[in-house]
């Protein structure tokens, strides 16, 4: 398949470009849905059994440093989820995120990339909302069987300082 991107700027997309832009920018509202939603079973799933769940700083990025998380496989994802199912017996912040920008920038062979901007906000229990993390995302999704799944959701956070509170799913 040919992206858009790929092509001179005169050529307009096709069909087929626009549902696949569609196809991932609804996988992606549908994953922050299910962070927010605290539904980390389902965001587990969103995964092949290999798939990789990254959170780098900006900083680090640039200089090939080292990962704030880095979950390879099932097993891994498993663990940071019964830590956050586990851990919070109180009631938990309410997180927002927002994903925009999309943009598809390749599919083939089974596989599709895409890197998306985000935002999170958090609203404490007393009902104070505040900025929490922005940055952006960079997905690898294996296409195969029809439907999406990640092969590596890798998150790069703007800040270079930890947000408070820093165990949510970004």
């Known amino acids: 398949m040919t992206l858009a991107a790929d092509r001179p700027t005169t050529d307009a997309p096709t069909v087929e470009d626009l549902l696949l832009h569609h196809r991932v920018e609804q996988f992606l509202v549908?994953?922050?849905n299910a962070i927010d939603d605290h539904r980390y079973i389902a965001w587990l799933d969103m995964f092949v059994p290999e798939g990789v769940y990254a959170?780098?700083?900006q900083l680090n990025k640039n200089g090939h440093g080292m990962y704030l998380t880095y979950d390879d496989g099932l097993e891994a994802r498993k663990q940071r989820v019964a830590y956050l199912m586990g851990y919070w017996k109180v009631p938990r912040a309410r997180t927002l995120h927002t994903v925009t920008n999309v943009?598809?920038?390749f599919a083939g062979d089974d596989r599709v990339e895409a890197r998306s901007?985000?935002?999170v906000y958090r609203t404490d229990r007393e009902g104070y909302t505040k900025f929490h993390a922005s940055g952006e995302y960079f997905d690898e999704f294996d296409g195969s069987d029809g439907g999406l799944l990640l092969r590596r959701h890798e998150v790069v956070i703007d800040m270079n300082v930890l947000p408070d509170d820093f165990t949510e799913l970004l």
């Open 117 to 119: 901007k985000f935002t």
């Open 30 to 32: 549908r994953l922050q």
């Open 103 to 105: 943009l598809v920038t």
């Open 55 to 57: 959170v780098i700083d």
